[in-house]
């Protein structure tokens, strides 16, 4: 178990253009979380896949944003027509979700943006 | 919605010292789940300490421990013994029992130093 993985780690692009995000996540867990987090704050929702499904999405996540789960495995987030706002850490996260008390959330290492 | 408030945005401990991490958080639900995440310096986050606010006893992990008071709505962080790789942010997270996907509603952070 490699644990969540996220490609790639930086990424630096002009305004305008469209970026996307990769996340692996451990690899029996059926859910996976999209958050973002910039300076000073905590990670905020972005959105959440239960397998492909695409069952929640904050209101956070501007029409530029688009999120895919398609086989339930790995996701992809496309940020289209980056603007300098969506400078942050993109984190992934993904747990094993049984309705239990016991699933943990385990996050990856995150995609620093840097949009200029 | 939920909030989570912590008040405290850096924290100085001394190595081997205790040092305690204040949250609060704001619901109208009854049955919850409350969280510290660990953020190390260019690392990814990790789980410190789960709270299940069905149980009253408060949850305890080895060197870390929490104060859990539900009327008053505070889920307070002590860690003992503290150590150089405690250096962190520290962030307090709710999670509702009730809405669909398990998603986390995080505070801005405690950044902990450790002094030798």
């Known amino acids: 178990d490699t644990g969540v993985s996220q490609d790639p780690r930086h990424k630096i692009t002009k305004r305008g253009q469209n970026v996307t995000f990769r996340c692996d996540p451990i690899?029996?867990?059926?859910?996976l979380y999209w958050y973002r987090q910039t300076l000073g704050q905590g990670p905020e929702f972005l959105t959440y896949?239960?397998?492909?499904?695409?069952?929640?999405k904050s209101r956070l996540l501007s029409d530029r944003f688009s999120a895919e789960r398609p086989k339930g495995s790995f996701s992809t987030l496309e940020i289209q027509r980056t603007e300098q706002g969506d400078s942050a850490m993109y984190l992934c996260?993904?747990?094993?979700?049984?309705?239990?008390?016991?699933?943990?959330?385990?996050f990856g290492p995150g995609t620093r943006l840097l949009v200029l | 919605a939920q909030t989570v408030t912590q008040s405290q945005p850096e924290m100085s401990v001394q190595e081997a010292e205790t040092v305690t991490l204040s949250c609060t958080y704001d619901?109208?639900?009854?049955?919850?789940?409350l969280f510290w995440y660990k953020q190390p310096p260019s690392r990814q986050m990790i789980l410190v300490i789960r709270q299940e606010a069905y149980k009253q006893q408060n949850a305890t992990e080895n060197r870390f421990s929490v104060n859990f008071q539900k009327a008053a709505k505070s889920f307070s962080l002590k860690i003992s013994d503290s150590q150089l790789g405690d250096a962190a942010m520290y962030f307090c997270?709710?999670?509702?029992?009730?809405?669909?996907?398990?998603?986390?509603?995080f505070g801005t952070g405690t950044r902990l130093a450790v002094r030798p």
């Open positions: 896949f239960q397998n492909e499904a695409q069952l929640e």
């Open positions: 690899s029996e867990h059926n859910r």
């Open positions: 997270a709710y999670r509702s029992v009730k809405s669909s996907g398990d998603k986390l509603t």
């Open positions: 996260a993904s747990s094993l979700g049984s309705g239990g008390h016991q699933e943990t959330q385990y």
């Open positions: 619901t109208s639900e009854s049955d919850y789940y």
